[in-house]
């Protein structure tokens, strides 16, 4: 056998990869608003971020694209920016933050 031969790969595993499964991020609330979404699950730095990808189209709720900064967002939600992907989850109590 030629060492310096490729080996194929087999078709059906790239077929089968798919995207990434989302993150989930849980919500301490029934419902949040797309931006701050954004914001908690680290897809953008801050508000004024969130407002420039939302407004250029590069956000998608449930693979729709989304233009509206203040769509309410409910737990099962998956949003989307780039390759990364994110589903709103509920928070069942309180969020541990360190502040």
Same mark, same amino acid.
């Given at each position: 056998m030629n060492p310096f031969r490729r080996r194929r790969q087999d078709p059906a595993a790239d !077929?089968? @990869?798919?995207?990434?499964?989302?993150? /989930? &991020?849980? $919500?301490? /609330? /029934?419902? $949040? *608003? =797309? #931006?701050q979404f954004l914001k908690l699950a680290n897809l953008v730095e801050n508000g004024a971020d969130a407002k420039v990808v939302i407004a250029e189209g590069r956000v998608t709720v449930n693979d729709e694209p989304e233009? !509206? %900064?203040? *769509?309410?967002? &409910?737990?099962? /939600?998956?949003?989307? =920016?780039?390759? @990364? *992907?994110? %589903?709103?989850?509920? #928070?069942g109590g309180e969020v541990d933050v360190p502040w």
């Open positions: !077929r089968s @990869a798919g995207p990434p499964p989302p993150e /989930d &991020v849980p $919500i301490k /609330d /029934d419902m $949040i *608003r =797309l #931006g233009l !509206r %900064r203040g *769509r309410q967002l &409910v737990v099962g /939600d998956v949003v989307a =920016l780039g390759s @990364a *992907r994110s %589903r709103v989850a509920s #928070g």
